[in-house]
């Protein structure tokens, strides 16, 4: 069945038509922008694409807002504290509105689609002109062009939450990019507003996909993520012909591409057709974000994670087995809803058991509008803080641990910046299973693979030494 809906070529045409003649009176005029994205890497390649249309529109990017004619700001709605930040943010903005009257200010973003949420800024800020939820980038022409019209726009509805194929994009990064395989999420995990704003799970075409890396790939890029909220359940509605094992192979075999990662992964659907895709193609890197959110069964059902501490630690036994050399890193919640201290040391002893390279940890925040928030065992403030400074404690110990293991460790790393530091310039970079090192280095090393050996490990990095260039 292919319940995946597409925006027509139609569509797509007219909002580029619309996008050129926009062109015509902005690029006399000089004008710029400025985008601001918060949250995760979906959000980085929505700002990618809300980019692309500003330059073509003939916007060019600058540096801070308060040189710019275009300010955007690319919501998160994960956690509660974000709105507050989001509202003071705004609110700071309407000295540089005051300022520069043409200035144009807009909002978009999954927070945005929060029901009621674009109502409610629109009436608190009357310097906002245009709201937009995820589901509306392709119309971007259209709502600007109103904008520059004097209206205020907020464009929110899921629009049949169709894909739009074929967006501008301007990607700041060289070396590697974020590519979409699906939006969306079906999970509904108990503490996650995301199914509610990014509606249900759609995969793109793998034909789509691929076409994107080959044109990457052409303009020099050699690293690519595959983005989806789970990208294990990719094509699993059948709308694709594909599912994530095998889009990994029908992608792997572009000329160029040196690195295929991918995030998130959801335990639930990381099946063994996967764990063999990640051992045998050269390469997908030994390195799985895994988010396993607790360690004990029964608050893993109360999350609606849909798997066992025993299914998820099955799985890391199982990789382990096939790629010896894999990284975990992880996302944990601490003081869910009915968590006891029994259940939060059955975190801590998995915690010690796999041995993350990292782990993103949280106190439990209850979002408004989800099952979890409406549990009645909620856990205090001070128990939730208690727990994750623990918890830290613990991962900054098996961070060293496994740190310490790389000494005396070669391979090659794509360089990805560097410091400089008096005389010494320090470049840094990823080796493929998404250990980072520091080493000495020349600054035009930038974006290239370079083999280096790991000579000293710290609290937090790797050190080493180039040993290839
Ligand atoms: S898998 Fe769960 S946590 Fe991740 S986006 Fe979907 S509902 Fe949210």
């Not at 956690?79 to 509105?97: P, T, W, Y």
């Not at 840094?428 to 000579?455: D, H, I």
């Amino acid at each position: 069945m292919n319940n995946t809906n597409f925006v027509s070529e139609s569509e797509l045409s007219r909002q580029r038509d619309m996008a050129l003649t926009l062109a015509k009176e902005i690029v006399p005029r000089k004008l710029t922008f400025f985008v601001e994205t918060f949250g995760c890497q979906m959000n980085v390649r929505d700002s990618e694409t809300i980019k692309g249309w500003l330059s073509l529109i003939g916007y060019t990017q600058c540096e801070s807002k308060e040189h710019a004619d275009f300010v955007l700001f690319n919501t998160c709605c994960v956690r509660e504290h974000a709105e507050k930040r989001l509202m003071g943010n705004i609110g700071a903005l309407k000295e540089l509105k005051d300022a520069n009257p043409g200035l144009i200010i807009a909002i978009c973003g999954c927070m945005m689609q929060q029901e009621g949420m674009a109502k409610k800024l629109l009436k608190r800020f009357p310097h906002v002109s245009l709201i937009f939820g995820t589901n509306a980038l392709h119309r971007f022409p259209e709502m600007l062009n109103a904008v520059l019209n004097g209206e205020r726009i907020a464009m929110t509805d899921r629009a049949g939450d169709a894909i739009a194929e074929g967006l501008p994009k301007l990607r700041d990064n060289q070396r590697s990019a974020f590519v979409n395989i699906m939006y969306g999420c079906d999970n509904y995990c108990s503490y996650c507003i995301v199914p509610y704003v990014r509606g249900h799970e759609r995969s793109r075409m793998p034909e789509d996909i691929r076409s994107e890396i080959v044109s990457l790939v052409e303009t020099g890029i050699t690293e690519i993520t595959l983005l989806g909220q789970n990208v294990n359940s990719y094509g699993n509605d059948g709308s694709t012909g594909m599912r994530f094992a095998e889009l990994l192979r029908y992608v792997s075999d572009v000329p160029g591409l040196k690195r295929i990662r991918f995030m998130s992964s959801h335990p639930k659907d990381l099946n063994e057709d996967v764990m063999q895709a990640i051992a045998t193609l050269p390469n997908v890197c030994h390195h799985v974000h895994l988010p396993v959110q607790s360690g004990n069964s029964e608050i893993l059902r109360r999350m609606n994670r849909k798997y066992t501490r025993e299914h998820y630690l099955s799985i890391i036994e199982n990789l382990r087995k096939l790629v010896p050399d894999i990284e975990f890193t992880t996302d944990i919640i601490v003081g869910f809803p009915g968590e006891t201290e029994e259940a939060f040391r059955d975190t801590l002893s998995l915690v010690e058991e796999v041995g993350f390279a990292a782990a993103f940890t949280f106190a439990y925040s209850p979002r408004q509008g989800t099952v979890a928030a409406r549990m009645e065992d909620q856990i205090p403030e001070p128990v939730k803080k208690q727990r994750l400074q623990a918890l830290n404690e613990l991962q900054a110990r098996k961070t060293v641990e496994n740190n310490e293991k790389y000494i005396g460790h070669v391979g090659e790393v794509l360089v990805e910046g560097y410091d400089e530091r008096g005389e010494e310039t320090l470049l840094y970079g990823k080796y493929q299973n998404f250990k980072m090192v520091y080493f000495p280095g020349c600054r035009e090393l930038l974006n290239r693979y370079v083999t280096v050996k790991v000579t000293k490990s710290s609290k937090n990095s790797l050190l080493g030494e180039m040993i290839d260039a």
